[in-house]
């Protein structure tokens, strides 16, 4: 289990707002991931720029959610490509 002391604190900035993030990710991984959202955000923004904040972060955590999907039926693809291969030798 792990203990509340191996937690670490980063602050980020996501479309021009500050976040203390807390978690057991190294600050360079809670910063990667800050920074992608930061990124997807702004391009769906740019897109829209009609969008309230609130919209935006929505459509932000949907097209987020998408690709993770996306990426995740690609990998079970892949992983039944190799067994099926396995198994041939």
Known sequence: M???????KTTVDIYG????IIGYESTSHIRLV??????KMREINSKNSSLDINKLAVLTAVNVVHDYLKLKDEHEQLLQQMQVINEKD
Do not use: F
């Open 2 to 8: 792990l203990s509340q002391k191996n937690k670490t």
């Open 17 to 20: 707002q500050q976040y203390s």
């Open 34 to 39: 800050a920074s992608i959202v930061d990124d």
